[in-house]
T-cell receptor, first 110, second 115 residues
Framework: QKEVEQDPGPLSVPEGAIVSLNCTYSNSAFQYFMWYRQYSRKGPELLMYTYSSGNKEDGRFTAQVDKSSKYISLFIRDSQPSDSATYLCAMSHNNNDMRFGAGTRLTVKP | EPEVTQTPSHQVTQMGQEVILRCVPISNHLYFYWYRQILGQKVEFLVSFYNNEISEKSEIFDDQFSVERPDGSNFTLKIRSTKLEDSAMYFC?????????????FGNGTRLTVT
């Protein structure tokens, strides 16, 4: 089983739709969970950062962590064409490295 | 907003040559990282660096790789003898604390092409 699993998509939605992105993981030691957005030929850009289980909301973005199920989600409300990018989940325990999912490519069509 | 900067944006080299990729982390950050992303694949951890020494490295980071912080602002990744399979995007990142305690901020990467 891969340490972090993420459906690579691609995922295509109409403008205004609610987008749901998900990752599962196998390492129960992960405590810190992040979502990054990556545009083509750019570095990952931090979107959301959460510790342990629970929800976190920032504008149109909501991150959820369910440690009991080893499952994290990112929801994007009122999606915009500018949200079209690859979304990467990432997670870490108390060491210094971070493990990334494969990334889900999202296209929001006008 | 402060950012991580990487140079060059694209580096082409011949197999067997040495390359040095350069990064300027965010100025008040203490932890530095290199990641790579082979085209179409996931972002992979290479190495973390703190207090002028490597704190952790992955199995990818073999003897051909080395890192250095030659002065108070730069952080470099050297590949001693490049191989075709080293072709990838190399991302530098920095954080105030370790990855477990604060998020990483990434540069826009250096695209390394080994011919």
């Amino acid at each position: 089983q891969k340490e972090v699993e993420q459906d690579p998509g691609p995922l295509s939605v109409p403008e205004g739709a609610i987008v749901s992105l998900n990752c599962t993981y196998s390492n129960s030691a992960f405590q810190y969970f992040m979502w990054y957005r990556q545009y083509s030929r750019k570095g990952p850009e931090l979107l959301m950062y959460t510790y342990s289980s629970g929800n976190k909301e920032d504008g149109r973005f909501t991150a959820q962590v369910d440690k009991s199920s080893k499952y994290i989600s990112l929801f994007i409300r009122d999606s915009q064409p500018s949200d079209s990018a690859t979304y990467l989940c990432a997670m870490s325990h108390n060491n210094n490295d971070m493990r990334f999912g494969a990334g889900t490519r999202l296209t929001v069509k006008p | 907003e402060p950012e991580v900067t990487q140079t060059p944006s694209h580096q082409v080299t011949q197999m067997g040559q040495e390359v040095i990729l350069r990064c300027v982390p965010i100025s008040n950050h203490l932890y530095f990282y290199w990641y790579r992303q082979i085209l179409g694949q996931k972002v992979e951890f290479l190495v973390s660096f703190y207090n002028n020494e490597i704190s952790e490295k992955s199995e990818i980071f073999d003897d051909q790789f080395s890192v250095e912080r030659p002065d108070g602002s730069n952080f470099t990744l050297k590949i001693r003898s490049t191989k075709l399979e080293d072709s990838a995007m190399y991302f530098c990142a920095s954080s105030i604390q370790g990855a477990g305690n604060s998020p990483l901020h990434f540069g826009n990467g250096t695209r390394l092409t080994v011919t």
